[in-house]
Every structure is written in C-alpha cells, then in structure tokens.
C-alpha cells in the first residue's frame, strides 16, 4: 500500500470518528480532533539532536549535515513531498573573520585602546582595510516614517563611518516608538542594513547595557567567531563595529562633548546629523571564506494552494570555550526542544487527509544564530509564493517544564494572529501572558521575523511560565535560570526536570491556530504595524 493511499485510508478513519464524535454532543464547538503527538517522540528527537554526536550543529559543520539528514528522514517517512524533487533548500554564506590585529585610533594624545575589551571591529568589504578620517554622528541612526522620524534628514552618507546608539530614544514615553518596548528600529541589525543601503563606509555602535540590554561580554564574545552573511543578500556595510560606553565618552571628550550630550540632541525628533571634530583611525583585514548553509524543507499539501508554514532553525553554535571540560554547545533548548514540536507535528499531519488542513511548509531552517540567514533565503525563494502564505508559526527554544496554563505569542500584536491565538486560548482553556521582556525584542532575534520583514504575519508561539502543578513563579525561575546558566553554553543539554508535556501542549496550540487561521481564510497585518505597508514579495 503507498504512502498516499495509506494517508487516505487513514484520514477517513479519522473524519469518520470524528463525525460520529460531533453528532453525539451538543458542547460548543472546540478545534477539529488531529492525530496526537506523543511526549515520547518529542524526547528521542531532542535526544538525538542535542547528542554529543551532532557536535553542537554548527553552520557548515559535520554535527549540522547529520542534523538536516536526520530532519529530510522523518520528512520522508511523515509523508512530505519534496519542493522542485529536493528536501534541501541549499545557499551560500560568506563567513568573515576576526582580525586579532584590528586598530581603533583616536586623535587625542591618549593610550592606545585595547581591542576587545574596548572596541570590536569587523571588515566586511572595506577593500584597503583601513579608514581615517572624521566620523559623522547620526544620533540613534532611525528612519521610521510612521513614527514621524528621521535622524538622517537628507544627509549623503556615501564613504562616512557613522557614530550612533543603539536602541531608540523615548524609552520612557509610550507614545514614542514603542515606549519601553523594542521595536524593529532599535535593533543593532537594523542600523547596519540601512547605513549599507545609503553607501556609509562603516558604523561604530555605542554600547551601554540598558541600550543593548545585555553586557559587553556579549558582544565581544559574539565578535570573536566569524560573522556570516549570505552570499547573494542585500548590500553589507563594509566596516561593523561597537565600542564601550568607555570608549564612546573618551571619543565624546576628543570632540569636545560628552556621551550625555550627544544623547540629549539625539533626543530630539529635529536632530540632524554632524561632523565629531576629531580624527579615527581604523585599520582590520578584510578575509572570508565560503560556508555551505542548507534549509529543509517538505510540503503536505492541503485543501487550497494557500499555505501556514511551520519553522524552527536546526543550526546551533558547534564547539565553543571549555566550561568544565566541556565544549560542545548541545543547544538542546535552543533548539533542539523547537525542532521536536516541528518534527513531531509533520509526523502527526501526514497522518490526516489533505482536506483537514491547509497546505503545510515544514521549514526546518539553517543559519538563525547568524541573523536567521536560512529563513531570509527561504523567503527569497519560498516554495509557496509569499502572496498565497496565509501566516508563519515559528518555534523557538519551547517549553521543556511541562503543561501550563497560559500561552505567550510574541509579535502577535502586529496581526489579526493576536485575535486568533485569543480565539484558540479560549478554545484550549488557557490564557495568553505578556510579553514579560518587551524590551529585549524577542520578535526581532529569530525566524519570524525573516518572515514579517517580507510581509507575512507572523508570530513566535510557545507556552507560558504558569505550569501546572508547580508552585506560583517556578515555571518563571526556569526560565531564568536557562538564560542564566545554561543559553549559549555546553550546559545546554536535556536536564530532569525536563517534562515533555510542554511541548505536547505546544504543538496542540499550533494545531489548533492552524485551524483558525484556516477557518478564517486571510490574516491581515493590524494598519499600525510597521509591516503592514510590506507586500508579500519577498526580497
């Protein structure tokens, strides 16, 4: 019996029931019945996924092909077909190395500063390797016509290296920007992509950790691996950079200022753009070589050619510094536990007939911890046009602590997938948590937002904190304490108090919003959203 037919027998069981089930009560009506997933299979994907074997699934790497061969596998044996004959999605990333001998000169008699510890640099396509000259302050570096602001004002930036914050002004007013919450225009990324666009020749980011929101240790451990771009992407800026709040008031006193006064003008929504009266010199080497990257993706068609697609990114760090004799970074919340609920999920829909969905992309994405490389490419290349993909689900580091009462949906507030997900809480008996960090930017840091940035609503779906069965503020404290202790280090590995429930839950949730944003036909990105002027074309 094939595949197909077995696929149909199945589903007809299953509507049959299901049927049978409806014309006997008289509840209300809840989400159509799907086949279940079991707590069982999530724990041996994330278990084979997050094992030393996989070596931390680096971009590129040994540990990273046996992982997108193990995800083709039960795309296979779920039934998924193959997009143009192929589960491989494959691209090409520019890998950019660090120079240990980078130099940041400034003009002013004082001590040389000390890369690393005071400034780390990164030669993306600045050819001679070197620039001097006077930087132009562009304040916090944002053009938001929504937000009725613009730092630039006309100013040609073509050859300058730019001195800017990070972040956005107004935290402490909501009516500006997104008060304390970050929105697209803070982001670090953000700055870079649109200095590159207006031909700057570089960018120096001023960091404070409440701007950025985590320490310098972060960044500068973040500069001391490769940078990776892909290789047919948007325009890169040539010269990327940041400097401690040290460092920038040490450049503020050479221009004859200070940090606090180039905050205070670029406060204000009439700032412009000016020269800092003092000399950089800036010298790194530009060397790169080229990576092999490799989305994966399968498709269960449905009822109509418009189509959910359900992500989560398979890559992690590889090998990293020693904690303990251990460098491996296993990544088994990050995110091992998030490609389980999708894994999980295509075995359980290729289970059902066409007609009890829409059709279905499976995206298990490459290259996120780069800057969610693999779903930019995808959306560059989408394998259902982005103007008949209804929405986006993205899975990210899932709940590993078992059932909870409530659900969170980050960037839901951006589309009518915030009155759906209402809708499906309701349904499921449980409620929809806030946001408890708005000012980190969650939506911004991983693969949905590839997705909104080319006009698809999206929204990053997980459980909540409020765990069944544990005391009040317990699912909240695990939470923190992976950050804590376990994000981005070899500890990240599957722990006992582990409870697969969580994410039996969370694929349930997904199930159901997928039948909601079915139902309904058509998600609409709500008219204040920055994305809502975004056509789905992709870029």
Known sequence: MTWRLGRILRGAWVLLVGTLLLLGSSAPPHPPRHAPVSPAALEAHVRFLADDLLEGRGIGSRGGRLAALYIEAVFRAAGLEAPAGSFRQPFTLRAFAPDPEASLVIDDGGQPLVAEEEFVLRNMGLAQGSWSGEPLFVGYAIDAPEERWDDFKGTDLQGKLLVAFTNEPGRDDPSRFGGPALTVHGRWMTKYALAARRGAAGMLLVHTDADAGYGWDVVRN????ATLALADGEPLLPLRGWITERTGERLAAAAGTSLAALRDRAERADFRPFVLPLRLHIRARLAFEEVEGANVVGVLPGRDQRAVVLSAHYDHLGFGEPVEGDTIINGAVDNGSALAVLLALAQAY???????????VFAAVDAEEEGFLGSIHYTRRPVVPLAATLANINFEMANVWGRTRDLVAIGAEHSELADI??????????RVA?????????????????????GVPAVWLDGGTDVIGRPAGWGAERRREYRRRDYHRPSDEIKPDWDFQGLVQLARVAQAV????????????RPDSPFALVPRTGR
């Open 222 to 225: 973040g500069w001391r691996s």
């Open 350 to 360: 290729g289970q059902e007939p066409p007609e009890a969905h829409p059709t279905l």
């Open 421 to 430: 997900v209402a809708t499906v809480a309701q349904q499921l008996e449980m």
């Open 434 to 454: 806030p946001d408890d960090a708005p000012e980190q930017g969650y939506f911004f840091r991983s693969d949905q937002f590839a997705f909104a940035r080319a």
């Open 514 to 525: 997928v039948d909601e944003i079915a139902r309904r036909g058509t998600v609409r990105w």
